[in-house]
């Protein structure tokens, strides 16, 4: 059974950093693409930033420039590193696993402070 667990969420001040982690168990993760979704209160839940087996990444338009996806196969985790942030950057932030099915994190909560 596939198993992710995101960390690193917390309050931080605009302009600030965090960066969140998410540890995938029960799969062969060196093979998966591995995304970052997020979702504020009242929207949909929507794609932040992926990164490929192979290490090719997107981002979100919102978020390019800003935010860093990584991914350290010997680990198991993707990481998102989030910079210069905005009060808008405040969501739940869920990790995402594509095999033939989805697999989704429990979230973890960021709150940008103005």
């Known amino acids: 059974q596939v198993q992710l667990v995101e960390s690193g969420g917390g309050l931080v001040q605009a302009g600030g950093s965090l960066r969140l982690s998410c540890a995938a168990s029960g799969t062969i993760f060196s093979t998966r693409t591995m995304s970052w979704y997020r979702q504020a209160p009242g929207k949909q839940r929507d794609l932040v930033a992926r990164?490929?087996?192979?290490?090719?990444?997107t981002y979100a338009d919102s978020v390019k420039d800003r935010f860093i996806i990584s991914r350290n196969n010997a680990r198991s985790t993707v990481y998102l590193q989030m910079n210069s942030l905005k009060p808008e950057d405040t969501a739940v932030y869920y990790c995402?696993?594509?095999?033939?099915?989805?697999?989704w994190g429990q979230g973890t909560q960021v709150t940008v402070s103005s």
């Open positions: 990164i490929l087996s192979g290490g090719t990444t």
């Open positions: 995402n696993l594509r095999a033939v099915t989805n697999y």
